[in-house]
């Protein structure tokens, strides 16, 4: 079955350091998305991109944070300055066109500030 | 600010048993999405929800959405071990954007 990877599965970096996530989304899947998890706390939404471009960001999506569709099947996220706050589970997803079809979650990446 | 509660927040239940999970949410919307995830896991896709009434089941599992009562059940039945894990609701808003309620950390006991 097709399924969302992401790399690296765990990442530790010093704060004020740049990091690079990355997402490879399900195949023919239009829609993706970036979602994080502080331990032990729901789960946000951070940013939706759909042909080529953000379509929907949330508070927490500020200039710290950036999202790639660098060659058509990499979806990238990268935290420029990273803080202690960001230490979380990050999950890409993805969807097929139709609104309302299952929204697919990669494994995550664990990503430790310190 | 859309806001997503779950109750009951922690389950324990002995298996065999009965329970139902609620999820209330507080603006308009007709699709609502059940998840499950197991401890440092992904998100597991259980059910999609996409319009007053819709009633899904699968295995133990039943979930139900009444949009007028901006309410969805999680129907556990005759539980098992194998159902231990945590479950979140998620109301899909205008962009697609899915917002979590805080999730129900399920115990099931032999």
């Known amino acids: 079955e097709p399924e969302v990877t992401q790399t690296p599965s765990h990442q530790v970096t010093q704060m004020g350091q740049e990091v690079i996530l990355r997402c490879v989304p399900i195949s023919n899947h239009l829609y993706f998305y970036w979602y994080r998890q502080i331990l032990g706390q729901k789960v946000e939404f951070l940013v939706s991109f759909y042909n080529n471009e953000i379509s929907e960001k949330s508070e927490i999506f500020d200039d710290q944070f950036s999202v790639e569709r660098p060659d058509g099947s990499n979806f990238t996220l990268k935290i420029r300055s990273t803080k202690l706050e960001d230490s979380a589970m990050y999950f890409c997803a993805s969807r097929p066109r139709g609104l309302g079809n299952t929204i697919y979650f990669g494994e995550g990446s664990w990503l430790t500030v310190v | 600010e859309l806001k997503v509660e779950q109750n009951p927040l922690f389950l324990s239940m002995q298996e065999g048993k009965n329970y139902t999970i609620y999820c209330n949410y507080s603006?308009?919307?007709?699709?609502l999405y059940w998840y499950r995830q197991d401890p440092g896991k992904s998100l597991e896709s259980l059910f999609v929800l996409l319009s007053n009434g819709a009633v899904k089941q699968e295995g133990r599992l039943m979930a139900s959405l009444d949009t007028k009562a901006r309410l969805s059940t999680l129907h556990i039945t005759a539980a098992v071990h194998d159902l231990s894990a945590t479950y979140f609701c998620?109301?899909?808003?205008?962009?697609?954007?899915?917002?979590f309620g805080e999730g129900t950390q399920l115990t099931v006991n032999p």
């Open positions: 998620a109301v899909e808003t205008s962009g697609s954007r899915l917002t």
């Open positions: 603006t308009t919307s007709d699709r």
